[in-house]
């Protein structure tokens, strides 16, 4: 029978990467989604014509429990186990510090803390032995970014998260944290390109990551091969050039 995994926000660039990676080696995958249907309906679609592997799509708001739970009970009742969860859905509303207001605070520690925190207490509850890989940002480790002061303190509570996790699910669920530097996504390729230039000469591979990348080190983590890896924190930024900084 085949392991399964749940994506949470699957239809995003690396999402999408890392359920490419789960179907590759015969997963069944749960392509979770909040508003991007028909993304996830393509995506499902790809995944099941190339590998001729069963994977599902369901809705599911991250950031409420009733929606989470539903989100637990279909991916049981279609392949009546989990295997993996990697917590990957994120929103991010980048602007000044000063103009940002409590709503859109509170939104972003909603959807990338509390979720987090929701799919790993309600899919570890159905997880005989398992895999939760966290991902979080080296913006919540020491790469702050002005901008994204929410999003960086959503990313460094997770990694908190990710120990007290680790130390409650253990033995039978490993729980890892993935820390993402700068990843090529559509976003970051609209950004200015002197910005883009300015943030690839601080690190020491010169480049930004694919996601195909990203998504090579999170199956990895979910893998017998890391079996012995628990409440780790990998990074994969490129290597930053700490010298300059």
């Excluded at 976003?187 to 002197?194: K, Q």
């Excluded at 990074?235 to 300059?244: F, L, M």
């Amino acid at each position: 029978m085949n392991k399964v995994v749940i994506i949470t926000g699957a239809c995003s660039q690396i999402g999408a990467a890392i359920a490419d990676k789960f179907t590759a080696n015969k997963y069944n995958v749960v392509i979770n989604y909040h508003t991007q249907e028909q993304e996830a309906l393509k995506l499902k679609e790809k995944l099941e014509n190339t590998y001729q592997i069963k994977t599902i799509v369901i809705k599911a708001d991250i950031s409420k429990e009733e929606e989470v739970k539903k989100l637990i009970d279909l991916t049981i009742d279609t392949f009546g186990r989990i295997d993996v969860l990697v917590n990957n859905a994120a929103v991010a509303l980048d602007n000044y510090w000063l103009d940002k207001t409590v709503e859109e605070f509170k939104k972003v520690l909603d959807v990338n803390l509390i979720g987090t925190f929701l799919c790993s207490k309600y899919a570890s509850l159905k997880m005989i032995n398992g895999s939760i890989i966290n991902i979080s940002s080296t913006n919540g480790i020491d790469t702050p970014q002005i901008y994204s002061m929410d999003y960086d303190a959503s990313k460094a509570a997770i990694l908190s998260l990710n120990h007290n996790l680790a130390n409650i699910l253990a033995p039978n669920i490993r729980v890892n944290a993935v820390a993402l530097g700068w990843v090529n996504t559509k976003a970051v390729l609209e950004m200015n390109p002197n910005i883009i230039q300015e943030e690839k000469s601080k690190i020491l591979l010169k480049r930004f990551a694919d996601p195909k990348e990203a998504a090579n080190v999170v199956y990895f983590l979910a893998s017998d091969e890391a079996s012995y890896i628990n409440d780790s924190i990998i990074r994969v930024d490129g290597g930053v050039n700490r010298a300059n900084k």
